[in-house]
């Protein structure tokens, strides 16, 4: 696949950004609403759907079962069949507020004989702050970087399942801080988490991390394990080998150079654990 990476200003990357981490906020309230309950929030959580080209929710059940999805190239809200292979309503964000798409979603749970009672986009967490969550209108434009937008994360999605292999639950985006990730446990309470953050306030671009958990005592067990060019240990506030969108969005092979980096900080991770 010929992702496109690398094409937009870090300013135009974090506007798509911003209003695609609000339009999930849609999703998890269908996930919160009418999805079993998952300890570890994942009832929340949102996958790849091919056929629709969307990033939808498990198969939800108001009256109806089906699944609720965000075209994000397109910032279109879609009502999907359960097996997620046909878009049976559409709603194109671009010129409308969240409040809006809400409303257009309690419409399609009234045609499907939903307990509207149980629909809230008032979630258990907070995102930062935005003016498209203060009613604002979506607008989407360039469009071009949302295209880029969700080739990010479908770029995350393919390298992060090439480096964990098939024994690990496919990469989904989780609403709460708008991340691809997947966990490889180690036993022993032992882990590494493996994703992409599409920019925050660390970095206000794209970037990968892989994290050891639980963190070194002694930080300076980092330094001891070289990374890849263009990657780095961070330590601030969360600790984690981290490879920035500068250092890959203009390679001619994104995939390898990501895939790369993934492993080879995976492996650094196994070794930091493994003595600690």
Partial sequence: MDYQIGRHAEEELSRARIQAHQATQWLAAVGV?????????????????????????DVADAGLSF?????????????????????LATLDLDGRTFQEG???FTEQVTKMGGDLARFTT??????????????AAFDVAPSSAFV???????????????VAG?????????????????????????????GLSPGDEHYHQPYYYVSP?????DPNVLRQEALIPGGHWHTHNFTAAVLPASEYGGDVAPLSKVTDFLRSARRACERILMGS
């Fill in 33 to 57: 609403a009418y999805i079993p309950h998952r300890p570890d929030d994942s009832h929340t959580n949102i996958g790849w759907l091919p056929r629709v080209g969307a990033w939808g929710t």
């Fill in 67 to 87: 699944r609720a999805a965000l075209d994000m190239a397109g910032m279109r809200f879609h009502i999907v069949t359960p097996d997620g292979r046909e878009s």
């Fill in 102 to 104: 809400a409303r257009w």
């Fill in 122 to 135: 008032r979630l258990h967490y907070e995102i930062p702050a935005n003016d498209y969550g203060e009613g």
């Fill in 148 to 162: 880029e937008l969700n080739d990010h994360f479908l770029l995350a999605r393919e390298a992060l399942t090439r």
């Fill in 166 to 194: 098939q024994h690990i639950k496919e990469p989904r985006i989780w609403p709460h801080h708008f991340d691809l990730g997947i966990l490889i446990d180690l036993n022993d309470g032992r882990s590494i988490g493996l």
């Fill in 213 to 217: 958990w639980p963190y070194p005592d």
